[in-house]
């Protein structure tokens, strides 16, 4: 289909050459010497792009850009001016236009600007999967040979680039979800092989969850004021998209990707955060702030009096206050009273929105609707954080002066591949790991942990072990296979093995002056 263009200039006539060239290259060009018609033909036609000539007489080219922007918002418009003033310019590109070229105007600059603005979209498409298939092979290798936890995830990194770069109806992001449930697969194995001597040799292990207050906030404190803002269940891919919004008030210090524990839940991960101690120690040193699996009530009720004690045994005195938001109303009214954080030297605000957001999605249509693929329960967290009540804090955070520490416990992964277990009644309901005595699973199909004091995790009995799904399986009981199985299908889920629950991120930024 031949592409029409509208060009309004008050020299149109002068400007025949080049019109006689687009005309030859296969566009179609009308014409007009001023501002009045060109929006009158904008009305009466389907224009894919309009040249609009910055100084013209009567109605100037401002103003008819604001004109046509109100009947046709979608239409690009490029400004041809010859006037390079900044004022003009900014009024320009604040009205939305798509292009601007300073006069005179040569003929190759004109098929360029048209090849940018209305096939730009295809042409970076197809240069990203280009770039993709050239690398494909290479990440291939990387996650077939990879030996270490920084190649895992400078791995990850990497996928999760591609899946942000990678155009949703590419023919290539299949390629990529098959190559990252490859990728997931070994990388569960690797765990395996290797999570139980990071807990024994400190001095080989990665920078884990239970690591970082000691290791990377505490460091600083008194002196520095510092806010915690640990966003439960927040992935990397998650942060990436967030990144931008929160640099518009911080510049990024550090950004790394750490290790969360098993099981990649709120109960022993964030736990296991604030206290500076795996589970087990925990347990033994302070039996009253843990519940087990067994127990009724609520398993992290003790957060704060965990951080206390932390802060307290590697010697850090400092005022501290501690803010959990769980729902909206409470979100606004920290807001509200955020003055009373400036008093503080650490202010630690649990912001519970993401986890939510993924068992939202699980129980509610609308959300399965809205977050129906990666791509978009990236771009839900994104909508949401621009409209709540936490942006708000940031840019509270950045007025206060104070360092901003993004923390979170674990991630999520989307599970597509039911397994069978069998279970006591007592086992736990979490879909991507099971503790419990007499667990029924076939061997190949899990993480099996028969010692749980291996990997410093309590457990009620002597027989009792914990089973860990990888990838993308979640466990299924055989009794209403059918009905649980088409339930939680496609639904996001952590607790297990997996890159998106284990490797998360923890970023240090700065407030910009």
């Known amino acids: 289909m031949q592409t029409k263009i509208l060009w309004a200039d008050d020299e149109i006539d002068l400007l025949k050459p080049h019109i006689l060239f687009l005309e030859s290259k296969g566009y179609s060009v009308a014409t007009t010497n001023n501002g009045s018609d060109a929006v009158e033909m904008s009305q009466k036609e389907n224009y894919d792009i309009i040249f609009l000539d910055e100084n013209m007489p009567g109605i100037s080219g401002l103003d008819t850009l604001l004109k046509i922007k109100e009947t046709n918002s979608a239409i690009p418009v490029v400004m041809i001016t010859k006037s390079e003033e900044e004022s003009i310019m900014e009024e320009a590109i604040g009205s939305k236009i798509s292009d601007y070229l300073i006069k005179p105007v040569h003929p190759n600059q004109l098929l360029l600007c048209l090849k940018k603005n209305l096939k730009g979209q295809s042409l970076i498409h197809q240069k990203t999967d280009s770039n993709y298939q050239q690398e494909f092979r290479s990440l291939a290798q990387q996650i077939d040979y990879c030996d270490s936890i920084q190649e895992w995830i400078e791995i990850y990194k ?10 949703q109806d590419s023919g290539l992001t299949e390629v990529l979800v098959s190559q990252k449930k490859e990728a997931n697969d070994l990388f569960a194995r690797f765990v395996e092989n290797n999570y139980t001597d990071w807990l024994i040799h400190a001095s080989g292990a990665p920078l884990m969850l239970h690591h970082l207050i000691k290791q990377k906030i505490a460091p600083e404190l008194p002196l520095q004021k510092t806010v915690v ?25 550090a950004e790394d990707v750490v290790l969360s524990i098993l099981p990649t839940t709120t109960h022993y991960a964030r736990n296991a955060f604030f ?35 932390n802060l307290n045994r590697i010697g850090k005195s ?22 009373q954080l400036a008093t503080n ?10 986890d939510m957001l993924s068992h939202a999605r699980t129980e509610m249509d609308i959300i399965k609707e809205l977050a129906d693929d990666e791509a978009a329960y990236r771009t839900l967290t994104a909508a949401w954080f621009e409209h709540s009540p936490l942006l708000d804090m940031v840019k509270k955070i950045a007025k206060m002066g104070a360092k901003l520490v993004i923390a979170t416990d674990h991630g999520s992964v989307k599970v597509s591949n039911p397994i069978k277990i069998i279970g006591e009644k007592s086992t736990n309901s979490n879909l991507r790991y099971k503790v419990g005595r007499n667990l029924s699973y076939k061997e190949k199909d899990v993480y099996a942990v028969r010692d749980p004091k291996s990997i410093h995790l309590p457990h009620s009995s002597v027989s009792s072990e914990f089973v860990f799904a990888r990838k993308n399986d979640f466990f299924v009981y055989p009794n209403n296979y059918n009905h649980f199985v088409n339930y939680y299908m496609n639904t996001f889920q952590h607790g297990g093995v997996s890159m998106e629950e284990m490797l998360v991120p923890f970023v240090e930024l700065l407030p910009k002056k």
């Not at 120690?281 to 957060?303: D, L």
């Not at 769980?326 to 009273?337: I, P």
């Not at 030297?345 to 993401?354: E, R």
Request: charged residues 25%; negative net charge.
């Open 275 to 309: 206290a500076g101690l795996m589970p087990l120690e925990i347990q033994k040193m302070h039996p009253h702030c843990w519940t087990t699996e067994e127990e009724e009530g609520g398993r992290n009720n003790f957060e704060k009096e965990l951080l206390e004690l």
């Open 345 to 354: 030297d650490l202010n630690v605000i649990v912001y519970n929105f993401v």
């Open 158 to 167: 990497k996928i999760v680039y591609w899946e942000l770069e990678l155009a």
């Open 318 to 339: 400092c005022k501290l206050g501690y803010y959990k938001i769980t729902n909206l109303e409470a979100g606004k009214r920290l807001v509200d009273s955020f003055n």
């Open 229 to 253: 803002l640990l966003i439960d269940n927040l992935r990397y891919d998650q942060w990436l998209v967030l990144k931008p919004i929160f640099s518009n008030y911080f510049t990024v210090q």
